[in-house]
């Protein structure tokens, strides 16, 4: 049983900054390919950005340029960094783990309002 913990969330103005961080237990991390997905209210569940056990990232259209997905094998933990937030990067934010299985997180709430 892989356990996911996001954190990092919360509130900030437009054109500000947030880091997410996903720390996980219970799995073989470095193997595994991690992503991070949104969605918003009413809204189906998006693919922001994933990196597999390699290193190599991919990134949704609308985030390249702005947000950062990166990865630490000896914290177990997966980070995204979110800079020039808009409101439509409103959304919680889920962390999700690929390798044998697939695991999700509980979600972070991202609110980018003035």
């Known amino acids: 049983q892989v356990q996911l913990v996001e954190s990092g969330g919360g509130l900030v103005q437009p054109g500000g900054s947030l880091r997410l961080s996903c720390a996980a237990s219970?799995?073989?991390?470095?193997?595994?390919?991690m992503g991070w997905y949104r969605q918003a209210p009413g809204q189906q569940r998006d693919l922001v950005a994933t990196?597999?056990?390699?290193?190599?990232?991919n990134y949704a259209d609308s985030v390249k340029g702005r947000f950062t997905i990166s990865r630490d094998n000896a914290k177990n933990t997966v980070y995204l960094q979110m800079n020039s937030l808009r409101p439509e990067d409103t959304a919680v934010y889920y962390c999700?783990?690929?390798?044998?299985?697939?695991?999700w997180g509980q979600g972070t709430q991202v609110t980018v309002s003035s």
């Open positions: 219970g799995s073989i991390f470095s193997r595994s390919a």
């Open positions: 990196i597999t056990s390699a290193g190599s990232t």
């Open positions: 999700n783990y690929r390798y044998t299985r697939t695991y």
